[in-house]
């Protein structure tokens, strides 16, 4: 089979990736192979490619946000049919045993494996992935719509959760591709007013189409105090602008896995009056069960731009260079 790998990390224009041809992988016990259809593109795929995320296997195959068949069944795997549509995700694999698995915060466990990073994703025609870590996805969803929820909706959506916005309150969103823009109709759909703040033309005509009750400059106030904000943008330089827009009390939530340096912050104009500045990591299976219901539910839809599997590296540098409003699908 043909599988994408990171040869070495370098900024995407300088062509970190490169195509090989691998054996099809055999899935071992609990496991199955999924025959990959279509694959999304996050922005953490970039991060691995240019090195702000250290590889922490050589010559991985970066993606996270599979749509695929099954198609071979390992040793006692059972919970799907060969010929089943599934998703597979960031969280690749945990323990199970460590603390923070046992007290349900799956998404801090101290040994996990993620898909993409520690074991091979989905910029290939074939990927492995453990059973249980799988997901069922909704019929009405189509392949290319489906891929962008399974790490930009999850995640997201954890983020919206972090920000703890209460019902019919206002929350604001800096940054505004793959992930914001399915948290934004989570939010709307939930009653919640929405702020986007974000640079590029593409990202702001897209808010304006999604219904935001504000879509301004990254760094411009919002029209009024915020009791929650969620920091898409990978720039830390956009933690204190954030964290001043909140209202007493409010509380931003990080969603990235990277951020560039955060400055100094002035704590009387930052962070006093309780405002809280918190950091999302990954996700639980139950966050991504319950997104994917909701996403089914409220009618969310991702804004795609399909690309060939074949231009991988193109659609990481359109990432990188913002040609897109929306969320990129390598297509086999
Ligand atoms: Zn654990
Ligand atoms: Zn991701």
């Known amino acids: ?27 071992g016990p609990g496991q199955v192979r999924v025959r990959v259809l279509c694959c999304g593109v996050c922005r953490t795929d970039l991060h691995l490619a240019e090195g702000d995320l250290p590889p922490r296997r050589p010559r991985v195959t970066p993606g996270h946000e599979v749509v695929g068949v099954v198609d071979a069944l390992g040793p006692a795997a059972s919970r799907f049919a060969v010929g089943e549509r599934i998703g597979v995700a960031w969280l690749g694999h945990t323990d199970g045993s460590c603390r923070y698995c046992r007290r349900g915060d799956e998404n801090l466990c101290a040994a996990p494996l993620f898909t ?3 074991v091979d994703g989905g910029y290939a025609d074939a990927c492995l992935v453990d059973e249980a870590f799988a997901y069922r996805l909704p019929e009405s969803l189509a392949d290319e719509a489906a891929a962008p929820l399974l790490c930009a909706g999850i995640i997201g959506y954890r983020a919206l959760r972090a920000a703890a916005v209460p019902p019919g309150g206002r929350l604001g969103i800096y940054g505004f591709g793959g992930s914001a823009h399915l948290t934004a ?10 702020h986007v703040l974000t640079r590029g033309e593409h990202n ?12 301004g400059a990254a760094t411009d106030p919002p029209p009024e105090p915020l009791d929650g904000a969620v920091l898409f943008a990978p720039a830390g330089e956009l933690v204190p602008v954030a964290l001043r827009a909140l209202d007493r009390g409010g509380t931003l939530a990080v969603a990235g896995i990277w951020l560039s340096t955060i400055p100094a912050l002035d704590y009387a104009a930052e962070l006093f009056e309780e405002r809280r500045l918190r950091s999302v990591t990954a996700n639980t299976r139950r966050d991504g069960e319950e997104f994917l219901r909701l996403a089914e539910r409220l009618g969310v839809r991702a804004t795609t731009t399909a690309y060939p599997m074949a231009d991988a590296p193109r659609a990481l540098a359109d990432l990188a260079h913002g040609r897109f409003g929306g969320a990129a699908v390598l297509v086999t």
């Open 1 to 27: 089979m043909r599988a994408w790998v990171v040869e070495t990390p370098a900024p995407i224009d300088a062509g970190p990736l490169r195509r090989v041809e691998r054996e099809l992988p055999s899935p």
């Open 116 to 118: 993409g990073w520690d």
């Open 185 to 194: 109709q989570v939010a709307l759909a939930q009653g919640l007013r929405v």
């Open 204 to 215: 702001q005509a897209l808010a304006k189409e999604l219904g935001a009750d504000s879509v």
